[in-house]
C-alpha cells in the first residue's frame, strides 16, 4: 500500500491528491493520480480513509478484475445502493442478488439485443436530426454551446423510446420525468462525501421525496396506459423495458384487474435506471469522442473518409440512407475503433464490491489480498491507463482495436471494462455503442466542434492550467464522470473537409 500513518491512515495523501486536481475532478483518477505517485502500486492497494469510508481494495490489474467481476460473483458495494436509492427504491437490476437478478435479467435481456437495436436505428435518427439543429444554430451563431446539456437532452430522448416507446422531447421542451430525474441524480450520494456538509445536508431528503413523486405520478400514468393496451393481445412484440415488465406480469397474473402496487413500485423503478443508465454516461462518452476527435486531425479525416465511403459523400442524404438502412452502422469498423478507444482513455464509471471473509484476489505474482471488511473498487481508469499492461498508454490510437492478436497493440486481455465484463455487464452496451455511432454519423462530417475553455475559463476568472493529465476536458464528478463544466464549445461548418484539420 502507499506510505501509511499511524493516525491519518492515508487521509493526508489522499487530501494532497485532491488539491493537486482541478476542483469536482472525479474520484476516478485518484487509484491512478496514486500509481503515478508510486509506480510499484500496479496491480492492488489497499488505502485507508477511516473515518470517512471503509477500508479500500483498490485493483488496478485486469487479471485481479477477471478474479472480481468474471470468474466469482460478488455482491454490489453498499455504496451503489445508497446512490441508487433516491431513484430506485429499494430494488433494481444493478443492486438485486442472486436469483431475482437472472429472473429480470433474462426478461429484459431482449430488449437490448444487437438485432432490436438495429430496429431502433430510424427513431434515433430523428432524435439525432433535433441535435443537428441545435448544433447548426449555434455554428450560424457563433455562440459558447454547453455541448453537455445538448447531449444529455438527446440520450435521455432515445432512451425514452427505448424503454418506454415513448417520446420525450427532452430536446424541444420542458418535461416532467426527466427533470426530476436529472434533478433528483444531482442530490444524490454514496456516503462517502469529501465535503463533509455533505452528511448533514436538512434539504436533501426533502428534495428526494418531491422529484420522486414528479417522476412516479408520470410514469404511473404510463404504466396503467400501456398496461391497457397491450392486456389481451397474445401477439405484442414490442420489446420496451416497460412492455416487457408487463407481459411478465401478465404471464404470472393472467385474470389481474390492473397493476398490483408492489409490482408497479418495481416497474417504475427499472424504469428509472434504465433511464438514469441509458443517458447519463453515453452522453458523456459522446462528449469525450467529439472531444478526442478534435484534438486529432488526422483521425478525424479518417473517419470522414469512412462515412463518405459507406453513405456516400452528399452528406445531406445520410439520414434517410441510414433510417431505410439500419445495418450500415455495421459497417464503420474505423469509427467503432475510434469509439472504443475513447472510452479507454474516459471510462466514466467503476466496479464496486464488497469484500467478503473468505474471498481473496491475487496478483501476477501471487501475492494475494484479503476483501473481509473492504470495499474493494475495480478501478476501470486505473485499469485502461495501467502502463504495465498498455503500450503507449496516454496515447489516442484507434488502431489498438483493429491489429490483429499478438501485434504490440494488441489490446490486453480483460484490461478494457468501460461497460464492465461478466454477468453483471452493463445490459445497454450495444444500444450505447449505436447511439454514438449514429450520432457521430449524422454530425462528424456537418460540423467541427472544438473546445471553448480558453474562452470559458477566461469569462469565469478560472485560473490557468486545470488540468487531469493534460486534458482540460477532465471528468467532474455528478454520478458517473461528466465532461468538466459542461463542456462548453464552439460549432462550426465543415463545408470544407480538406482544410478540416486547422479548425477542428
Known amino acids: 500500500m502507499p506510505p501509511h500513518h499511524w493516525l ?33 502500486l500496479d496491480s492492488a492497494f489497499y488505502l485507508d480513509t477511516w473515518p470517512f469510508g471503509p477500508l479500500i481494495l483498490v485493483v488496478l490489474n485486469p487479471n485481479m478484475m477477471y478474479q472480481l467481476t468474471q470468474a466469482n460473483q460478488i455482491p454490489k458495494d453498499k455504496g451503489l445502493r445508497h446512490f441508487l436509492k433516491p431513484l430506485t427504491g429499494e430494488e433494481d437490476l444493478v443492486t438485486l442478488e442472486g436469483v431475482a437478478w437472472k429472473r429480470w435479467r433474462t426478461i429484459f435481456n431482449p430488449g437490448f439485443s444487437a438485432n432490436h ?42 432512451i425514452g423510446r427505448v424503454v418506454m416507446d415513448h417520446k420525450f422531447f427532452s430536446q424541444t421542451r420542458y418535461n416532467e420525468l426527466t427533470t426530476a430525474l436529472r434533478k ?20 436533501r431528503p426533502f428534495v428526494h421525496m418531491y422529484n420522486t413523486r414528479r417522476m412516479n405520478c408520470y410514469l404511473s400514468r404510463e404504466l396503467d396506459g400501456r398496461y391497457n393496451a397491450i392486456q ?23 385474470s389481474a384487474i390492473g397493476i398490483n402496487a408492489d409490482f408497479k413500485d418495481f416497474a417504475m423503478a427499472q424504469i428509472k435506471l434504465f433511464i438514469f443508465a441509458g443517458h447519463d454516461t453515453t452522453s458523456a462518452g459522446a462528449i469525450f469522442t467529439y472531444h ?16 463518405d465511403g459507406v453513405f456516400g459523400s452528399n452528406v445531406h442524404t445520410t439520414a434517410s440512407i441510414l433510417s431505410s438502412k439500419p445495418s450500415l452502422i455495421n459497417q464503420l469498423p474505423y469509427t467503432l475503433a475510434v469509439i472504443k478507444e475513447s472510452l479507454r482513455i474516459y471510462p466514466t464509471v467503476a466496479a464496486l464490491r464488497d469484500g467478503q471473509p473468505d474471498f481473496f484476489l491475487s496478483s501476477d505474482s501471487g ?8 470495499m474493494i473498487w475495480g478501478d476501470h481508469y486505473g485499469t485502461h491507463h495501467n502502463p504495465h499492461h498498455w503500450p503507449r498508454v496516454e496515447e489516442f490510437l484507434p488502431e489498438r482495436w483493429l491489429v490483429p492478436e499478438g501485434h504490440d497493440l494488441y489490446p490486453p486481455k480483460n484490461a478494457w471494462r468501460p461497460f464492465e465484463r461478466g454477468p453483471r ?8 455503442l449505436t447511439e454514438i455511432k449514429v450520432m457521430l454519423t449524422l454530425t462528424i462530417r456537418d460540423f467541427n466542434i472544438q473546445n ?23 471528468m467532474m464528478r455528478r454520478g458517473g464522470g461528466h465532461p468538466a463544466d459542461n463542456y462548453p464549445c464552439k460549432v462550426t461548418f465543415a463545408h470544407k473537409r480538406e482544410n478540416c484539420s486547422a479548425t477542428y
Open 8 to 40: 491519518l491512515g492515508h487521509i493526508s495523501l489522499s487530501a494532497s491528491i485532491l488539491g493537486s486536481l482541478p476542483p469536482f475532478a472525479h474520484g476516478v483518477y485518484m487509484g491512478d493520480q496514486i500509481r503515478q505517485r508510486y509506480p510499484y
Open 117 to 158: 437495436i438495429t430496429n431502433l436505428i430510424p427513431g434515433m435518427v430523428e432524435e439525432v436530426k433535433i441535435f443537428k439543429n441545435i448544433l447548426e444554430k449555434y455554428a450560424e451563431d457563433n455562440d459558447i454551446l454547453y455541448l453537455e446539456e445538448a447531449s444529455l437532452n438527446l440520450t435521455i430522448d432515445i
Open 184 to 203: 433528483q441524480l444531482e442530490w444524490c450520494t454514496t456516503g462517502m462525501n469529501i465535503n463533509l456538509m455533505e452528511y448533514i445536508n436538512f434539504f
Open 232 to 254: 389481451g393481445k397474445s401477439d405484442n412484440q414490442n420489446k420496451s423495458v416497460i412492455d416487457l415488465a408487463l407481459k411478465s406480469y401478465l404471464a404470472e397474473n393472467p
Open 292 to 307: 478526442l476527435l478534435s484534438q486529432h486531425p488526422k483521425i478525424l479525416a479518417e473517419v470522414r473518409a469512412e462515412h
Open 367 to 374: 501475492q494475494r489480498f484479503p476483501t473481509d471488511q473492504c
Open 425 to 432: 455487464n452493463c445490459v445497454g452496451q450495444e444500444l450505447a
Open 452 to 474: 471553448a475553455y480558453e474562452e470559458f475559463d477566461e469569462l469565469k476568472k478560472n485560473p490557468k492550467g486545470w488540468n487531469v493529465n493534460g486534458q482540460r476536458a477532465y
